[in-house]
Each structure stands twice: as structure tokens, then as C-alpha cells.
């Protein structure tokens, strides 16, 4: 087996030294920490810049107008450097502009693509009939009907709690308050999935401590 070179050695410490750092934060809060912190902070922003220079700069501006002479490009790339404006208090004005073209441009873009996924799809997506006969299985017709029928009465039920026009009382208080079951059932999902992904998260950094820095899988495989 080939040993590994020195810079992926040397790699390997770095990285596992600035995730014992990271992970002191659950110790106490210290300076290293937060060079740490900060350190990943710029560390990305650089990684970000450099991918936005490759992708976007490179292939949308450059080659554009060096190779086919597109001058037209040259005029995003004036309201660009324009934000850069914002850094002296004399011309700090001047970045106003691109910035209403960003914020013009991505209201125009977000707002239908936001209507589309979040209003329209979900509309369409609980207009379900609760009678389902096109499966395989007389079983696989019962689970979806089964399926489709709590859908219904969720998204009612949860339409009802908001509507605060009618007072919760009665039994349409006890329909309302079938909604506030179906909504804390949703939250603890989301939860759910986001602490499964931090868990995930911690998973690949002991992962990496014990196999990667430690050898501890090569010992045991000895």
C-alpha cells in the first residue's frame, strides 16, 4: 500500500486540529474558536469567489467579449463594478443603482418561481381524490385512499385553525383542533430531519477524526 505524501499527511492534521477547535465551542466559548470561525468564514467566501470568477466571470464576460466581441456584455459588467462603489463614502451613491437592478430583477424572477412551488404546486398537490382504484393491489388501493383521505382532512383542518373569522368552538373547535395535531406532527418532521442532518453532519467529522487521522478502522482490521 502506498504511504501518503507529506502535504496529505500535513492536510489531514490541519484538518482535524480545526475541528477539535470548532468543537471546544461546546466547552466554553474561546479565542480559537473563533479564529476558527472566522477563519471558515473567509476560507468560503474565497472558495466562493474563486468558483463565481471560473463559472460566471470566465465563460459570461471574458470570453464573450475577448473572443466574440460582444460588447454588450460590457454593460453588466460596468453595473457590477458599480457596487464596488459602496466601499467610498464620495461615490457610495452609485451602488444604488446595480443594487436595484439585483433586487428588481430577483423580486421578478422569485415571486412567480415562489407562487409556482409554494401556492400553485401545493394547491395541486392536496386536490387528491380519497377514493384511489388504479393501483396494482386491492392493499395498495386501500393505503392510498387511506393516505389521501388524512391528507384531505389535514389540510382542512389546519385551513380551519387559521381561520380565526369563526370562534373555535363546538365541534368545529374540535375539527380546528385536529389541525393543531396535524401541525406540531409536521414541525417535529422538519425537526427531525434538520437534527438527523446535523447528527449526519457530526457523523462524517468523528468519521474523519477516527479513520482518517486517528487510523483507528486500520487497527481494528488488523
Partial sequence: MEHPGFWHVFSVWVAALLTLIAYS????????????????????????????YRD?????????????????????AV???LMLSRFHPKISWLSRWPMAFTIGIGAGMSIPATIQANILK???????????????????NAVASVSNVVLIIGVLSVLAYFFFSKEHTGGYGRFCKLGIYFLM?????????TVM?????????????LYDWLHVGAVLLR
Fill in 185 to 193: 406532527f409536521s414541525f417535529g418532521a422538519s425537526f427531525g430531519y
Fill in 122 to 140: 401545493q394547491v395541486q398537490g392536496t386536490m387528491v381524490s380519497p377514493v384511489v382504484l388504479d393501483k396494482a393491489t386491492a392493499m395498495e
Fill in 56 to 76: 460566471v466571470v470566465i465563460p459570461d464576460l471574458w470570453k464573450p467579449i475577448h473572443d466574440e466581441g460582444d460588447l454588450l456584455r460590457l454593460i453588466p
Fill in 25 to 52: 465551542f461546546l466547552y466554553k466559548d474561546n479565542p480559537a474558536y473563533r479564529f476558527v470561525e472566522a477563519l471558515f468564514v473567509g476560507v468560503s467566501a474565497g472558495y466562493g469567489l474563486a468558483i463565481v
Fill in 79 to 81: 453595473i457590477g463594478v
Fill in 197 to 209: 442532518a446535523r447528527v449526519s453532519l457530526l457523523i462524517g467529522r468523528v468519521t474523519f477524526l
